[in-house]
């Protein structure tokens, strides 16, 4: 089962850039296709992008062109870099695989605000 570890969110301002970065255990992790999903007040989580063993990805329409997921595969890593952000954007922001399996991270809080 891999175990999830988020961090890098926080305050920025609407036209900003945050980088999200992923711990992930297991040594299966290179095999696993990851994504980075989130969940704002009253709604719903959502997945927003992913990231396949091949490197590969794709994305929600509501972040394409502005949102870029990578990995690490040597580190059991995944980014997220987030720029041109929007105040709607404002969630927690958690990884996973996907689909999504096992117990879910704290998250990591990113809140864009003037």
């Known amino acids: 089962q891999v175990q999830l570890m988020e961090s890098g969110g926080g305050l920025v301002q609407p036209g900003g850039s945050l980088r999200l970065s992923c711990a992930a255990s297991g040594s299966a992790f290179r095999f696993n296709v990851m994504g980075w999903y989130r969940q704002a007040p009253g709604k719903q989580r959502e997945l927003v992008a992913r990231i396949f063993s091949d490197f590969s990805t794709n994305y929600a329409g509501s972040v394409k062109g502005r949102f870029t997921i990578s990995r690490d595969n040597a580190k059991n890593m995944v980014y997220l870099q987030m720029n041109s952000l929007k105040p709607e954007d404002t969630a927690v922001y958690y990884c996973?695989?996907?689909?999504?399996?096992?117990?879910w991270g704290q998250g990591t809080q990113v809140t864009v605000s003037s």
């Open positions: 996973n695989t996907a689909p999504a399996s096992g117990t």
